[in-house]
C-alpha cells in the first residue's frame, strides 16, 4: 500500500514501544508499568492509534480527549467520579469523553487497541 494512501493498516506500522509513556492517569495503588505501540498519528499531531498494555495498577483519571478502546486481554474496572463501576473485558468496546473523571484499574494485565483523538 503506497505510503501516501488515506488508508493506514496497523500490520504495516513501523511501531516502537514507549514504556510508561503520558496518558490521562496519575498512579494511586501498586506499580502498573505500561507499553504503549503507537501505530498511526495524523500529520497534525491530533489523532493516534495503536495498542496499550498495562499491568495490574490504579489511576486518578481526568479526561480532557476523546478515546475509544477495544479490549483485546486482561480485566479492568473504570470508576466515574460518583458514579458506579464498569468491568471491562475481551470483546469490550467504549468511548471516553471529554471530562470523564474518576479511577481506572487494571485489574488482571490489560491489552487494548485505543483511537485517541485530541478534543479542539
Not at 501516501?4 to 509513556?21: E, F, I, T, V, Y
Not at 495498577?57 to 478515546?67: F, L, M, Q, V
Not at 475481551?90 to 471529554?98: A, H, L, R
Not at 484499574?105 to 487494548?112: D, G, H, N, Y
Request: with cysteine; proline share 9%.
Amino acid at each position: 500500500m503506497p505510503f501516501n494512501s488515506p488508508l493506514r493498516l496497523h500490520r504495516d506500522a513501523n511501531a516502537r514501544a514507549q514504556l510508561d509513556a503520558p496518558w490521562p492517569g496519575t498512579p494511586l495503588a501498586g506499580e502498573p508499568q505500561t507499553v504503549t505501540l503507537n501505530a498511526y498519528e495524523s500529520a497534525d499531531g491530533r489523532l493516534l492509534s495503536g495498542t496499550w498494555e498495562s499491568s495490574p495498577g490504579t489511576w486518578a483519571i481526568d479526561y480532557r480527549d476523546w478515546e475509544y478502546c477495544h479490549v483485546l486481554e486482561g480485566r479492568a474496572v473504570i470508576t466515574p467520579e460518583g458514579g458506579e463501576p464498569v468491568h471491562l473485558g475481551p470483546g469490550d468496546n467504549f468511548v471516553i469523553e471529554p471530562g470523564l473523571k474518576g479511577t481506572w484499574e487494571v485489574v488482571e494485565r490489560l491489552r487494548k487497541h485505543y483511537v485517541f483523538s485530541l478534543a479542539a
